[in-house]
């Protein structure tokens, strides 16, 4: 079976609520069928509006959105036939969880049999047999939140829409739920498109992240690539922690640059900076930088201790290095820990190929 | 580990649980201090007055202490086909002589009077031989009186006498159902041309329940569209709501018969647009369609503040999970939605149903003769004939049919679904 590469196809769309200001602009966005997409993003970054219009809650101001090669603008939402996981569950509290999930089954009209087949279904698919007559108030926060999934894929729909659906819950609860939802994705090959602020769950659980700032998608691109390969510097900021240099491109060849800072050079690997005079903000993961570094690296510093922070399983150091006092280090905690100590100087190196300069902040 | 707990003591050796009892008792005691004004105010103003009412609809008293001896010698009075014994005579002369010296035997023909006609005259027959001084006490006593008037050898008047033996009578509430005891004591229907007080609570009862379906389909989309209109524009329309409970009733009566009457805004209205004809403007005032207007206008806060209380919590997101699962914006509304606002329909339509059935000015004065409900009743007789014991027992009434309904309901729909704010 071939799997359509353009199941739901968002063509140039434009939103606007108040017709000044565009949430949502230009929006050119493939999905293929059965794929895990993530529209990750900071509140107002216009990820929930484009949400909202595929499931039809919204309609989009300009452009048109596709569902398998089908125009869906003008088809209201409850013949779209797409499920949707809320924020806040929006489970039915007049209802046992048997009538919630039974209830898009119902309104399609099944047979009572195989309503009870398909319910049965979906609640071993989230693990909650026999909690069919609990009434959602008696249930605890993450089985809530099974329960507003099992609901969202009882009537076997094409698409499942995910909006912020973990942000209720504590931190544990919330891994775990994390690795279901993926685990339910896999096993049923359903198309979903899960919307989040936390990047750590988009990278987590995606095929694809749409980084979203500003109504525009800054980067579509697969976890590592998206984390290791950050395009410009609101993604290399937004996912993952990143330390920044501010400079002036004084050198540029193939695949290195010289980068002036206030009162030093570094070297960097240009992504997109073009050319000399360029203003650019090198982006530097914590964990590309070595201390002590046993092989030859074409950046080499000292910096001076700031601040040591114990986190169990790896140690930040906040370091003094180049003029800034906010270059973070983590740490791994092995046996062959150093003794870091505050106001000590260290030695510092990293490759040029992880540093990434990128545009001006 | 051994099982028994140590006793735990305070730094001053009193044991824990002493110490700690002693402290809530002392809050207890501070907690019921600060409601007790609120209690007694209460016990003064409501349990004390209902029970006054209580007592006064029931009582009979009056009589019971005017004649003591006659409704002791009745006991004895056995074979009631036959007129009673020489020792009833003789106990009612001697209670009559005694009212007689009192100026006290008008109120008793009066009230005999009520029980059956025709006693007036009788005891007034008996205080003039009693003033003339004609009654020989040293013979039969049965004899004098029988010869006075036929109908003191009619057994019914005394059967009539013999009724009103009991302290407490539930006549009033029988008057109030258009019912009575009848000679032999059996509860009788009064004729058919008489029953006003039955088409009353009828009516009382049909005009309360419209009324609370008015205003229930009047204020449910206003209570939705205040819940869902954004803050700057429900702030408008919460004022216009509420407007009506910040004009005092009287007024807002009033201008209601400035609407309502013939030569009125409307029916003038309605004559512009050619609806109806100049010479034949409908009434609808002093019947029941002005009751119906006035009192939904009136009662429509009532209605719409619950319901607006109950929709204010419901998540929107509920109504768009129920389209996006497949359910037309009805079936979202009529299973999701609907549901969900019960407990403030139960709330708005029991407080709108309460006041309505018990209301008063309004009907009053916009009812004319066809509108006027039970409680104008209830006012007519303390004000008007001063049958006060009648006016509380209609009240009892009252009280105790909104009870009903409030027991009905719980069992409907249950008390603890009720949601007033």
Redesign the interface.
Known sequence: MSKNPEFVKFDKVDKSYDGKVLVVKDLQLDIAEGEFITMLGPSGSGKTTCLMML???ETPTHGEILLDGNIISNI???K?????V???Y?????MTVYENLA??LR??KVEKDEIDKKVDKALSMVSLNGFETRMPAQLSGGQQQRVAVA??LV?DPAVVLMDEPLGALDKNLRESMQYEIKHIHESIGVTVVYVTHDQSEALTMSNRIAVFNDGKVQQLSDPAELYEKPVNSFVAEFIGENNTFNGEVVDIDKDKCKVKLANSEILANPISVKSKGEKTTVSLRPERALINPSEKMDNMFTGKIEEVIYHGDHTRVRLNLLGSSEFILKVPNSTSNLELKVSQDINIGWNSIDARALDPK | MSSETKQILTTDGIPLEVSLKKAEKKNKIKAFLLVAPLLLFLVITYIFPIGDMFMRSVDDKMITNMLPKTFKAMEKWENLEELPPEEVYRSFYEDYKLLAENQQHGKLGQRLNKEKNGFNTITKKLFRQIKRKKIDESVSIKEQINKLHKRWRNVEYWLAIKRTAPPYTMAKYLKGMDMYFAADGSITQVEEDRRIHRILWLRTLEIAFFVTLFSFFMGYPIAHLLATLPMKYSNLLMICVLLPFWTSLLVRTASWMILLQQQGLVNDFFVMIGLVGDDNRPEMMYNKVGTYVAMTQILLPFMVLPLYSVMKTI?P??M??????????F??FW??YF??TIPGIGAGCLLVFILAIGYYITPALVGGASGTLISNQIAFHMKTTLDWSFASAMGLMLLTGVLVIYWIYNKLVGVDNIKLG
Do not use: D, E, W, Y
Request: proline share 13%; no cysteine.
């Open positions: 499931a039809g809650f209201p939402p409850h779209r036939g797409i499920g949707m809320f924020q806040n929006a489970l039915f509290p007049h209830f898009p309104v399609r609901r969202a009537f | 998540s997101s509920l768009r999970a129920g389209k996006s699962l497949g359910g037309t914006p079936v979202a299973k999701v549901p969900l």
